[in-house]
């Protein structure tokens, strides 16, 4: 598994898209601090120059992070495939090509968020008006969102890896993690029962997240985390089970 892992760090270190899709970023983090610590310096009166004003536009982004997660479970799988093919003719197993593709895109897309977070509380706390919890919150926030994009990532992972076509992943993707729990909340407004089970679906349970944080009452969340990896596990189960049978 080591060589097969080396050879895929070297591959992803010569795709363009890594540096690109890393480089924009970053740069549109440090661009929203720094547009929002200009205004802040240029208006004395302007009321959003504070660390959690910032944080909160992040946290309402969380589409945004969504499809970043997608470009990166897309580096080593999309357009592949054919590379993915020869591997197992010369007896690469299976099961290697599909852990070891994924820890190495997880590894690379969480060493970029640990970077845009730490990127962006370094421009809250030092360029704004720095309020009072805004940090632990923010960092609360983060911590329940984890577990969720992990979802996301790994459902786009496993559909590029079966083949499925860029295009159908994103829409698939979007749709499962972006917005069905509102739309099912929307279709079951009959029912307050059934509507409550709307709730636990990823995009419902991101825009608690992002309410409690505005509110000042964000905790620890352990449903995002149950549901979270619930979905991560059931995912990379039924892929890696398609994955040992689908046509390479």
């Known amino acids: 598994m080591m060589n097969y892992l080396t050879s895929d760090i070297y591959r992803l270190l010569r795709t363009r898209n890594f540096y690109v899709v890393s480089g924009i970023c970053l740069g549109l983090i440090a661009a929203a601090g720094l547009t929002v610590s200009f205004f802040a310096n240029s208006d004395p009166n302007f009321p959003y120059g504070t660390n959690a004003f910032l944080y909160s536009n992040v946290l309402g982004l969380s589409g945004l992070v969504i499809i970043v997660s ?42 970029l968020c640990l970077l845009a977070s730490v990127l962006l509380i370094g421009l809250g706390s030092s360029l704004l ?18 577990p ?23 829409i698939l993707t979007l749709i499962a993690f972006g917005g069905l729990g509102s739309l099912l909340e929307r ?42 990896i619930t979905l991560t596990v059931t995912t990379l189960a039924v892929g890696a089970y398609k994955f040992k049978r689908v046509d390479i």
């Not at 054919?82 to 070891?100: A, D, Y």
């Not at 992990?150 to 994103?170: M, R, T």
């Not at 505005?214 to 620890?220: A, E, I, T």
């Open 70 to 111: 997608y470009l990166f479970a897309l580096m080593l799988t999309s357009h592949n495939h054919e590379i993915i093919g020869q591997s197992i003719s010369f007896g690469t197993q299976r099961k290697i090509i599909f852990w070891s593709k994924w820890l190495l895109a997880l590894a690379a897309f969480s060493v």
């Open 129 to 146: 008006e720095v309020q009072p919890q805004a940090n632990s919150q923010f960092l609360i926030s983060l911590l329940n969102t984890a």
């Open 148 to 170: 969720l994009i992990l979802a996301a990532f790994s459902f786009s992972y496993v559909l590029s890896l079966l083949a499925v076509s860029d295009v159908a992943n994103f």
């Open 187 to 228: 279709l079951l407004s009959f029912n307050s029962s059934l509507q409550e089970i709307a709730g636990y679906f990823p995009d419902r349970l991101i825009a608690d997240i992002l309410d409690d944080y505005l509110n000042g009452s964000g905790q620890f969340n352990p449903t995002c985390w149950l549901v979270g």
